[in-house]
């Protein structure tokens, strides 16, 4: 976290940022001068200070995960490529699915898509938007556009479009809560403006700032404003790997096991209305997600 401290020298007072986080075990702390007065517009400066400091830790680490990445997509045949891009569609899908509570196991899941074997005993529509999510995905993939609220909005649709159908892209003009979460998506009234506003500020940073930051950014900013009845961490996540993809980086699935961490993260950074507490949280789990490329 980044504070603001005063420190007087002759009488006269300095400002500093300063943040102190752990590496390898150990604490380390960083700090700037900012001036001989409190500074105005401290919530930007902390943010460019912040992001110093992430060039710094993370940003070199993401080149070499790209390179190598790219290297080993250059040289897997494209049978093999077809077959893990598979393999991580699968995976994919029932991770995200679970963590919004699909009741499929991930055997299931896999019979399901790679063999077309539904499950016995289990809810028809936990089936259906798993084979939905997955025609999403690929879809995702092919997309060439650019975000935008149509392309999110076509999205939706088509993952709940057979269970939902009420609720497939349409974004809410009504309340809702996030079970078990201290944080309150915007009401019904701001929702509109607010997505509106993502899709600008995608359009203004999405060629200034890193593939991997602006892939976590988006998702905590689109899960903040929630504008689905049902569906947001899905189509958030699907957000998240469009940026990563489309950018020549290797796609991040959140495993349903770390789903305490994620939601944590996510709820912290809307809390405190700090996205940089969720943005951390996702550098370090696409650094461990990605560490055979390191």
């Known amino acids: 976290m980044v504070t603001l401290k005063k420190r007087l020298s002759g009488g006269k007072p300095s400002y500093y940022l300063s943040h102190t986080y752990r590496e ?6 960083k700090e700037a001068y900012v001036g001989g007065k409190p500074p105005t517009h401290l919530d930007d400066i902390k943010s460019e200070f912040l992001h110093g400091l992430y060039k710094d830790k993370w940003f070199g680490k993401f080149e070499a995960i790209k390179k190598a990445y790219a290297k080993e997509q250059k040289e897997t045949p494209e049978a093999v490529r077809e077959k893990n891009l598979e393999a991580f569609a699968i995976r994919f899908t029932y991770n995200t699915n679970r963590i919004e509570g699909s ?23 936990d089936v259906k938007e798993a ?21 999110i909005l076509a999205w939706h649709k088509g993952l709940l479009g057979e269970t939902k159908p009420d609720l497939a892209g ?41 593939p991997v930051e602006l892939a976590a ?51 912290r ?3 405190r209305k700090n996205d940089f507490i969720f943005v951390q949280w996702f550098f370090r789990r696409y650094i461990k997600e990605n560490e055979r490329y390191l």
Request: charged share 25%; glycine share 8%; aromatic share 14%.
């Open 24 to 29: 390898g075990g150990r604490v380390k702390y």
């Open 103 to 125: 009741r499929l196991t991930f055997t299931e899941t896999s019979a399901l898509l790679a063999e077309g074997i539904s499950p016995n005993n289990k809810p028809i529509w």
């Open 131 to 151: 084979e939905a999510h997955k025609r999403i995905f690929y879809r995702m993939l092919e997309y060439s556009g650019d975000l935008s609220i149509g392309i």
């Open 170 to 210: 349409v974004i809410r003009n009504y309340g809702v809560y996030i079970t078990n979460s201290r944080f309150r998506p915007p009401s019904a009234i701001d929702v509109q403006t607010y997505i509106l506003e993502f899709f600008r500020w995608y359009s203004r940073e999405e060629s200034k700032i890193n």
């Open 217 to 267: 950014l988006a998702h905590v900013k689109f899960e903040t404003i929630h504008p689905f009845g049902d569906g947001n961490g899905r189509i958030g996540r699907l957000i998240m790997n469009f940026i990563l993809h489309r950018n020549g980086y290797p796609m991040i699935d959140i495993k349903f096991r770390d789903r305490k961490g994620y939601y944590r993260a996510l709820e």
């Open 269 to 271: 950074s809307q809390v």
